[in-house]
Structures are given as structure tokens and as C-alpha cells.
């Protein structure tokens, strides 16, 4: 069973911090990514990311950046928190499904269970 | 760009009965895949049924079936004897089925689905 798992459930940080959301997943997958769940809106895509140091913005990306130095391990970071980033966030991956590779390009997402992150 | 849109941001429906979540959505692309993922107040996101656009039969899981009108872009989630542990938020996702998709799925907005005893 593939496993999403991210470090907190829960996070409460002030105005101004820097914060650092990391998410480790177990299945060699290539693609990791990091959504906002807010009510009315759905999810939304932030960053995702299809290799070691590779990125790219989803459609939210203003006010995040990540880092991906390890195939295992995607940290969404908050530069300067503010009370809009208060969110939950999800963080999934999934096999490569580019032309040429081996995987059925059908994969669904796998996801952790959230952060719901407050910021006051 | 992709959109998907759930126009019904509550249900609710007696168990064992049968209820209809709607979802539409805009695209224009021939090639991609359409799901249904359910989140129960545990958070885990559930993969509860996929379509292939290129298929015209519509998938069925258990009790769980879709109604795909492919001319139309709509995409709908029956849920047949409905059970308590339905209960849940559920979201409708479309998928590119090539290119660099790299597996992004654009969600809706979210059904929030309540089951009455």
C-alpha cells in the first residue's frame, strides 16, 4: 500500500514566520504535489513536481515555493505566512505517466491526510 | 485550462436510498480520464470510481456508478443503497490522458454528502 505521509495535522503559526509543510511518500513514486483545500473551492494545485529538483507552479503558486532535494520527500514552504495561506493542505503523489514509460497512464493520486495549517 | 464544476455544495439522503451528485466540466482535449474521489471526515482522499473518455460504457463500482455524456462534458456519481459510511465531501477531478499531464487533476469544488439513518 503506498503511503503519503505528511508531518503535521495540525499547525499554528504567527503573521511573518517562515513555514516549512514536508510530506514523504514510500513507492519510488516520480510525481509529488501539494494542494490548498478550501471550503467552496475545492482543491487547487500549488507546486507539483516530476523529478528530483525539478518544479513547477500549479495554479496557485504565489506566496509558496518547495523544494524536492530527495525522490521521497516534497516541503511546500511558506516564506512569509499570512492569515490568508490558513488552509488545509494536502500533499499527494503518483507513478510517471509520461509517454514512453512503462506505467498505464492512469494513476490515480495517492494523498496524505492534510495539514490544516492556521496562521494568526 | 481545464474546469470542473459541481453546482450542488450539499446533499443529503436517507440510507438505503439512491442519490445523484452532479458534475460538469470544460475542456479541449479528446484524450483524459474523469474520477470521482470521496474524503470522509478521516481527511483521506478515497478514489471511488475513474472513467476513460475514450470508453463509452460507464464505469461501475459496486454501488457506485457513473452517468458519462461525453458530448454534454457531464459526469455524474450515483450511489445506490446508500450507507451511513458514505458520508463524506466528494470531488470530481479530470485528468489529461498524455502529454506532460504528469497526473494533474483539476478538482471541483466538492459535494459535501450526508447520509441519514
Known amino acids: 500500500d503506498v503511503k503519503v505521509t505528511q508531518s503535521s495535522r495540525y499547525l499554528v503559526k504567527r503573521t511573518g514566520e517562515k513555514v516549512f509543510l514536508e510530506c514523504v511518500q514510500d513507492?519510488?513514486?516520480?510525481?509529488m504535489f501539494w494542494y490548498r483545500q478550501d471550503p467552496g473551492l475545492g482543491l487547487r494545485l500549488i507546486y507539483f513536481?516530476?523529478?528530483?529538483?525539478?518544479?513547477e507552479k500549479g495554479d496557485i503558486p504565489e506566496g509558496y515555493s518547495v523544494s524536492r532535494e530527495k525522490k521521497e520527500r516534497f516541503s511546500l514552504i511558506l516564506e512569509s505566512a499570512s492569515t490568508n495561506q490558513t488552509s488545509m493542505y494536502l500533499c499527494?503523489?503518483?507513478?510517471?505517466?509520461?509517454?514512453?514509460?512503462?506505467?498505464?497512464?492512469?494513476?490515480?493520486?495517492?494523498f496524505g491526510n492534510g495539514t490544516r495549517l492556521t496562521v494568526t | 485550462a481545464q474546469t470542473v464544476t459541481q453546482s450542488q455544495p450539499e446533499m443529503s439522503v436517507q440510507e438505503a436510498e439512491t442519490v445523484t451528485l452532479s458534475c460538469t466540466y470544460d475542456t479541449s482535449e479528446s484524450n483524459y480520464y474523469l474520477f470521482w474521489y470521496k474524503q470522509p471526515p478521516s481527511r483521506q482522499m478515497i478514489l471511488v470510481i475513474r472513467q476513460e473518455a475514450y470508453k463509452q460504457q460507464n464505469a461501475t463500482e459496486n454501488r457506485f456508478s457513473v452517468n458519462f455524456q461525453k458530448a454534454a462534458k457531464s459526469f455524474s456519481l450515483k450511489i445506490s443503497d446508500s450507507q451511513l459510511g458514505d458520508t463524506a465531501m466528494y470531488f470530481c477531478?479530470?485528468?489529461?490522458?498524455?502529454?506532460?499531464?504528469?497526473?494533474?487533476?483539476?478538482f471541483g469544488q466538492g459535494t459535501i454528502l450526508t447520509v441519514h439513518p
Open positions: 513536481s516530476y523529478d528530483v529538483k525539478m518544479k
Open positions: 513507492m519510488d513514486h516520480e510525481n
Open positions: 477531478a479530470f485528468m489529461k490522458r498524455a502529454g506532460t499531464s504528469y497526473g494533474k487533476l483539476t
Open positions: 499527494a503523489s503518483s507513478l510517471d505517466n509520461r509517454p514512453g514509460t512503462p506505467y498505464n497512464h492512469n494513476s490515480p493520486l495517492h
